[in-house]
Nanobody, 133 residues
Framework: HVQLVESGGGSAQPGGSLRLSCVAA????????VGWFRQGPGKEREGVAV???????????SYADSVKGRFTISQDAAKNTVFLQMDSLTLEDTAQYYC???????????????????????WGQGTQVTVSS
């Protein structure tokens, strides 16, 4: 089993920045990728970013079109931690953000990994991000 704990959520103004952290513990060898998902008020949960953490192509990333150029996912492998740096925040980024992990396949289509929702076996409890002026 893998436990995921998110932190770093909070409030920011439009144009501001926040950084989320996700620490993994337990049987981390069971996963080769970690992603961030979010669910805004009245919206469905959507994928935001993924980073592959396994031995094959480590550091490979995928982003949703809505956050490309603004969000950056990265990892500190030694600390089993994945970060989501969020810059140029907009009101539409307001959501509960979830860290998720699993054994993911590799896709040529960058957005395809987010559709493989069933592969994300482990989820954190979520952290709230609120962007308001």
């Amino acid at each position: 089993h893998v436990q995921l704990v998110e932190s770093g959520g909070g409030s920011a103004q439009p144009g501001g920045s926040l950084r989320l952290s996700c620490v993994a513990a337990g049987d981390t060898y069971l996963v080769n990728g970690v992603g961030w998902f979010r669910q805004g008020p009245g919206k469905e949960r959507e994928g935001v970013a993924v980073i592959y953490t396994g031995t094959y192509d480590p550091g490979r990333t995928s982003y949703a079109d809505s956050v490309k150029g603004r969000f950056t996912i990265s990892q500190d492998a030694a600390k089993n931690t994945v970060f989501l740096q969020m810059d140029s925040l907009t009101l539409e980024d307001t959501a509960q953000y979830y860290c998720a992990a699993g054994w993911l396949r590799y896709y040529s289509d960058e957005g395809a990994v987010f559709k493989e929702r069933s592969a994300f076996n482990y989820w954190g409890q979520g952290t709230q991000v609120t962007v308001s002026s």
